[in-house]
């Protein structure tokens, strides 16, 4: 006589996983997918378009007002009323 009703069994608990793994895998399957050429194709267009700052290299020299990096002005914007 089973001394545990309600402790599930070895092969129940497997099946649950399974179940559980299977699902898993059913919404990966269903997640959008992109093609490599496609996606490989959009991230090189992207970095020919896109203006990188820290590569002048390839860019070219950046002036102070354009550079996001460069040291901010000294002193304060306030206006004194």
């Not at 402790?7 to 559980?20: D, F, I, N, V």
């Not at 090189?44 to 002048?56: A, E, M, Q, S």
């Not at 996001?68 to 009323?81: E, K, R, S």
């Amino acid at each position: 006589m089973n001394s545990r009703p309600h402790k599930q069994s070895m092969s129940e608990l497997k099946l649950r996983r399974l179940t559980e793994h299977n699902q898993r895998l059913r919404e990966d399957l269903s997640r959008p997918r992109a093609r490599v050429s496609e996606a490989s194709a959009s991230l090189i267009r992207y970095c020919k378009t896109t203006k990188d700052h820290l590569i002048p290299s390839v860019w070219g020299p950046v002036t102070k007002g354009e550079d996001p990096y460069a040291p901010q002005a000294t002193g304060c914007n306030c206006t004194v009323m």
